[in-house]
């Protein structure tokens, strides 16, 4: 069945370090990657997407890259803030599916 | 409007009593889920309206019941529930076979 393995946390960073959360993920078809944050008391807000192999999904300075050879959905940003502290989720859906697979979800704190 | 509405924000319930859980959304979209999250844990899914009709149901006791009166709408009734089903409770929306827009949660608790 379909899968979606992340990082262990809890990931601590000083602010403006480099954030990498490893995520891979097992299909049978041709799915479509997610991140979500979710930050403390709050429901889930879509961070990006990629819905085919290579693309690159991006925003507020995060990215991410679907490798299908390594069948992997890293999330990268280059200088965290303080403000980024919240839990990260990976998550994929099946082409022609409506059912969302999440990761274990990785906690990130960022110290001033 | 890119808003996924849900009622209330929380919930005290007892456990013989009726209480329903509501969402709302007016972007448009065609499918509809709930998710339960328990503390520390990722979104569990409960149930998906794929044009208001019910698509999936992942083996949740009958204590929980769905209703999707409208393409807009999508309330999750519950009766006799259990301390063990306290959690956040949450509902998406999307279009079809497409990323989920979530809402802010219902934090339940069960007394």
């Known amino acids: 069945g379909d899968s979606v393995t992340q990082m262990e946390g809890p990931v601590t960073l000083s602010e403006e370090a480099f954030l990498t959360i490893n995520c891979t993920y097992t299909a049978t078809g041709y799915p479509s990657l997610f991140w979500y944050v979710q930050y403390p008391g709050e429901g889930l807000q879509l961070l990006l997407k990629?819905?085919?192999?290579?693309d690159k999904g991006s925003n507020k300075g995060f990215e991410a890259t679907y490798r299908k050879e390594t069948t992997s959905f890293h999330l990268e940003k280059g200088s965290v803030q303080v403000s980024d502290s919240a839990v990260y989720f990976c998550a994929l859906t099946e082409t022609g599916a409506n059912n969302l697979f999440f990761g274990t979800g990785t906690r990130l704190t960022v110290i001033p | 409007d890119t808003e996924v509405t849900q009622t209330p924000k929380h919930l005290v319930m007892g456990m013989t009593n009726k209480k329903s859980l509501k969402c709302e959304q007016h972007m448009g979209h065609r499918a509809m889920y709930w998710y339960k999250q328990k503390a520390k844990k990722p979104p569990e899914l409960m149930f998906v309206?794929?044009?208001?009709?019910?698509?999936i149901n992942e083996s949740v006791p009958s204590r929980f019941s769905p209703e999707c009166p409208n393409s807009s709408l999508l309330n999750l009734h519950l009766h006799a529930l259990q301390p063990e089903d306290s959690a956040l409770y949450l509902c998406a929306s999307s279009q079809v076979y497409t990323e989920a827009f979530f809402g802010q949660g219902t934090r339940l608790t069960v007394v």
């Open positions: 309206y794929s044009y208001e009709k019910l698509s």
């Open positions: 990629a819905t085919k192999a290579d």
